[in-house]
């Protein structure tokens, strides 16, 4: 019998109890066809399968293979599934692997790897680890298929999320690699906070990539994972760092599966949130973030890298896509309960944050406000593209004379500290008074 809270080497001599071929540990088993979960109940009735289904029969893209017996004995819960979409992941599939084996967490954990159609060694790598991983007392579920293009990221992690069956899910990027005590110090917070996605700290890899995300990631303050949902950084615990309960994911629903150039992760994010759910950031590093231009966060970029005007284009069309999510967001979440605001830049971004907005938002804007006296001079803001007959006009003032809430256009942690300090001269408040947008 397993003993609950302790994962031994002599669990994987233990005999389970029988299982179909479809929901054994070990080898690999199909994509799977059913929903994570349509229920908008609350999650304590959700009803989100926690075991992949039978094989799909008559699917020449499917693969199965000789399932294993559970190395969990009868009775004994799976705590912790460690969710590994995987894609072309071989030059860091051994690393990442080897940091879920040296995990200090003493509960039962498992494994959930989803092979999207990997053309490189990526599969057999995971084959290996298998044994390793097993022989720690974690139980390994594989699956994947080999179809001519790979269906995605969201794809791919639910599908690892559908055939897992731990209580609580520990995402992990393949390229990434995780501290010891990862699993662990997730698992204790996400037991105190049972609706919030638990974040960590991270280290980028290299060092000194990226590095004003990276202080963006450490750094923001308890209050501001929550007020800072709005900015072109996106969510902010960042996807690889995400550990939650598979009843609130179930309850969130799933990643979208639109393919190359969705942000799925921060679409569910903003589902999250719309839904009450809590944001809560581990403050120790728990991950090592590599950066790369392979990346799955760089998809909707890469395309902007390429020469092709038609690629250039869908690239241009992706990026455009992620700023009307973000401003529909605002909206829904910031704008509805303000009569009238004012935007923090009168340049380029200030006036697009303006024309974007729906023609209930774009009246409450009161002015703009900037530093730039070349901007202030001008007076106003004519809004050309207006298909009233008086075309509107925005005052555009100085930071000081303008009068708040602020929806704040300028990125931060680019000005020297310049603009962080005008700031701090209104004395207000984050989350009342202002919302970074930026």
Sequence with gaps: MCVQGVRKREMSEEVGASRSPSSAAGGQVPFLHEELCDCDSVPAKCKCPAAPSSPVPDNPQLQSRASLDSIIGEGCRI?????LPVHNSECWLDECL??????????????????????DNSINIIEKWKLKLEDVGIRVVIGGHDSPQPQGVGFAKNQAVIQSSGTYLCFLDSDD?????????????AIQHSNSIIGCQVRREPLDSTERYTRWINNLTPGQLLTQVFTSHGPTVIMPTWFC??????????FDEGGKGVPEDLLFFYDHIRKGGGVFRVDQCLLQYRYHPQAATHSVLEILWKSSPLELADGEEEMETIWNHRVRFLEDRALKHWTSFTIWNAGKQGRKLYRSLSPANQKKVAAFCDVDENKIAKGFY??????????PQIPIQHFKDATPPFIICVKLDLTGGGFEENLATLDLKEGLDYYHFN
């Design 79 to 83: 705590q912790v599934s460690v969710i």
């Design 98 to 119: 080897k940091s879920v084996v040296e995990q200090d967490f003493e509960g039962t954990m498992e494994l959930s790897a989803f092979n999207d159609a990997s053309k």
């Design 177 to 189: 690699v995780m501290m010891p005590q990862r699993v662990r110090l997730q698992y204790e917070a």
């Design 382 to 391: 004519t809004y050309q593209e207006s298909k009233e007959r008086r075309k």
């Design 245 to 254: 309960s598979r009843e609130w994911f179930c309850h969130v629903g799933k």
